[in-house]
């Protein structure tokens, strides 16, 4: 069973600094995904991704498989990234796309 | 393109009761799953459902069950609800192809068991 620690758990930040969240998994996945949730309960998928590194605008997520170990970085951060970052996982080998483990999620708060 | 609807949002319910709830993908998207949140145990995954079989089962009582329709919708029913069912209720469609296994989430459907 695939472990998923996510860190730190809670983030306060100054707008325009930038960010890191880190995530850590215990066994091969095929695929790992950041996520976004806002108050009131919505998720919007950020990235998914497999190897290497991908960037929309101020985000930028990499992945390093041999250390199973993601970052999800905000660059210039704003009052409106405010939410809770979730880093999730597909185990290696299935086919599945949607059984996912889910990290505790990390809150962060950005003052303007 | 419209998004993935789930009805009901909110919903009460008392001990003892059922719930259905619902959930239309993107149009395309062939695969849905469902997935439990709770402030103690965060997010779970219950099910996924493709092409109208279940794809995949997570680690709860048979009191969840679920299934999906030929136009891919797709419904979630808990029986014999107990408190600790208070949650909300998300469901994620995708594509479900090799490089396109991004997941498209609803904004919920939140339950309370009075």
């Known amino acids: 069973k695939n472990e998923v620690e996510q860190s730190p758990q809670n983030l306060t930040a100054q707008e325009g600094e930038f960010i890191t969240i880190n995530c850590s998994y215990s066994?091969?996945?095929?695929?790992l995904h950041w996520l976004q949730q806002h108050p009131g309960g919505g998720i919007v998928s950020l990235f998914m991704?497999?190897?290497g590194k991908k960037k929309h605008g101020r985000l930028i997520a990499t992945i390093n498989i041999q250390e199973k170990h993601s970052s999800l970085h905000i660059t210039a951060s704003h009052p409106r990234d405010s939410a809770v970052y979730i880093c999730?996982?597909?185990?290696?080998?299935?086919?599945?796309?949607?059984?996912?483990?889910f990290g505790q999620g990390t809150i962060l708060t950005v003052h303007p | 393109k419209a998004g993935v609807t789930q009805t009901p949002r909110y919903l009460i319910k008392t001990r003892g009761q059922q719930v259905t709830l619902s959930c239309s993908p993107i149009?395309?998207?062939?695969?849905v799953s469902w997935y439990q949140q709770t402030p103690g145990q965060g997010l779970q995954f219950l099910f996924e459902?493709?092409?109208?079989?279940?794809?995949n089962k997570g680690n709860f009582p048979g009191r969840f069950s679920g299934r999906q329709f030929s136009n891919s919708r797709s419904e979630m029913n808990v029986s014999t609800l107990e408190l600790g069912d208070s949650a909300l209720y998300l469901c994620?469609?995708?594509?479900?192809?090799?490089?396109?296994?991004?997941?498209?989430f609803g904004e919920g459907s939140r339950l309370t068991v009075l």
């Open positions: 994620a469609s995708s594509l479900a192809t090799l490089n396109t296994g991004e997941l498209f």
């Open positions: 066994v091969g996945i095929s695929a």
């Open positions: 991704l497999s190897s």
């Open positions: 999730a996982v597909s185990e290696a080998g299935g086919t599945s796309y949607g059984k996912l483990t």
């Open positions: 149009s395309g998207h062939r695969s």
């Open positions: 459902y493709f092409s109208e079989t279940q794809r």
